[in-house]
């Protein structure tokens, strides 16, 4: 759906103009004999005069990068907000006071839209962008975390909700692995109004009791799913290979840490160039009250699938929570979601960060830790980039994009928690959103997250 609020903050302002620059004929001629030099002096100096004038104002004049767009420049789902229109709100504004629960959507524009921040966003929509909601379950968070698109079928994998609100799963019953196909997308969408919502079927996949509270998940890996687990009881958190067909046979590649269980696995990703798995350990488990106390610290483990070999590679978060990787792996992205304390509750006093690390390349531990970016809106879940090494991050209002350079450049703007999503190959982002799947066709192209 479109955006319904004709309240476009700076969506309708145009680029200001410079003054253009004159040139003067300056006419410095020696004093007059006669009348008739007089008037043949005159006469030169007007017309150099003119012509001057006439060729100043027919060059094309350097405009100053303002950063305002044109509202006729944007796709027809997008509303510019220019950062100088609130970076004062003086002493009567009207400021937020809960990340979590007050969204800054300063135009009042009906999600869901493209939130433009800066001109480089538009590169990522591109001139012909949607976004639209594409199956939807208002009683059921069906739509979580683990993304995983599998190019031999188009369809895309994901997990529900983990002991959260409306997941129906705690530590009595186990969350559910579906699938949509985006085959099926297609052909909704190609009969659709507009940019109206569809509603696809989704199909739940029957896995063994191996597979427990799944919260992360990538690949393909050989063909396979990557999923990891956070466990349930005194059930095992664990790293498995799922075939995605079925009967999805199964393979746990790991359960434990030298004997001792995994806290709550929480996300995973592939380090590009090689087969080693990384992945995040977090608290969530217990503080959703579907695991006991935890053993270990908040890390981040590599794993290398042959030798089954694991260590530690980066530590010291409140909760480490989504992983990824640049395109050429040399740098790696942890968002510490600490704000978000379970049963405990939010404070906004604790992180809400992504951070960046190097990757040595020999011990592939994570070094040179800096921030990279502060989330506006809830926490950083799940992390995704595209082969420009644009980051995207699920957060408190849907999905929010930095440049290299940690520049907020736009928002996929749900109004409501996005955890994760995918890119299904080149130009097409699956959203994950909870109760709903959303699927925005853009711009942007996808960085390979497969094996081999």
């Not at 928690?417 to 799947?437: Q, Y």
Request: one cysteine or more; glycine letters at 8%.
């Amino acid at each position: 759906m479109g955006p319904k609020s004709s309240r476009r903050s700076g969506g309708s302002v145009h680029k200001p103009t410079t003054q253009q620059a004159r040139r003067k004929a300056n006419s410095s001629p020696s004093r007059p004999r006669t009348g008739t030099m007089v008037a043949a002096s005159s006469v030169v100096a007007v017309t150099v005069g003119l012509a001057a004038w006439a060729y100043a104002t027919s060059q094309p004049q350097a405009q100053p990068d303002s950063g305002v767009v044109n509202a006729t420049s944007l796709p027809p789902q997008a509303v510019f907000v220019d950062p100088r229109s609130f970076a004062v709100l003086g002493n009567n504004g009207s400021f937020r006071q809960d990340a979590f629960a007050e969204l800054f959507n300063p135009t009042n524009t009906s999600p869901p839209f493209f939130q433009v921040f800066h001109t480089d966003f538009l590169k990522i929509l591109g001139p012909t962008a949607t976004i639209r909601a594409v199956a939807a379950n208002p009683t059921l968070a069906f739509a979580h975390e683990a993304p995983i698109w599998n190019p031999s079928t188009d369809e895309v994998f994901f997990a529900s909700n983990d002991g959260g609100a409306l997941g129906m799963s705690d530590i009595d019953h186990n969350n559910q692995i579906s699938k949509i196909s985006l085959r099926e997308v297609a052909a909704a969408i190609k009969v659709a109004h507009g940019t109206a919502d569809v509603n696809v079927s989704v199909s739940k996949l029957d896995l063994p009791d191996t597979i427990q509270m799944t919260n992360g998940g990538t690949g393909p890996f050989f063909g396979n799913l990557i999923l990891v687990n956070s466990g349930r009881g005194p059930l095992p958190p664990s790293v498995a290979l799922v075939n995605p067909s079925p009967p999805h046979n199964t393979t746990v590649l790991l359960d434990n840490f030298f004997g001792r269980q995994f806290n709550s696995l929480n996300d995973v990703k592939i380090r590009p160039g090689t087969n080693r798995l990384f992945f995040t350990d977090v608290t969530y488990g217990f503080l959703n009250h579907f695991r006991p106390l935890p053993l270990m610290p908040n890390q981040v483990y590599r794993l290398d699938p042959e030798t089954r070999v694991v260590r530690v590679v980066a530590d010291g978060f409140d909760r480490c929570n989504g992983i990824a990787f640049s395109r050429d792996g040399k740098t790696a992205f942890i968002s510490d979601t600490g704000a978000n304390a379970g049963f405990l509750g939010n404070n906004q006093t604790q992180p809400a960060t992504i951070y960046a690390f190097d990757v040595d390349p020999k011990t592939e531990s994570f070094t040179n830790r800096r921030v990279f970016a502060y989330v506006d809106t809830g926490i950083a879940d799940g992390l995704q980039l595209d082969a420009n090494d644009n980051l995207y991050a699920g957060t408190g209002d849907g999905v929010e994009v930095w440049n290299p350079e940690g520049i907020l450049l736009g928002k996929f703007f749900l109004g409501t928690t996005s955890a994760n999503m995918v890119f299904a190959g080149d130009r097409r982002l699956v959203i994950l959103a909870e109760t709903a799947i959303y699927f925005a066709e853009i711009a942007a192209k996808a960085n390979k997250l497969s094996f081999p």
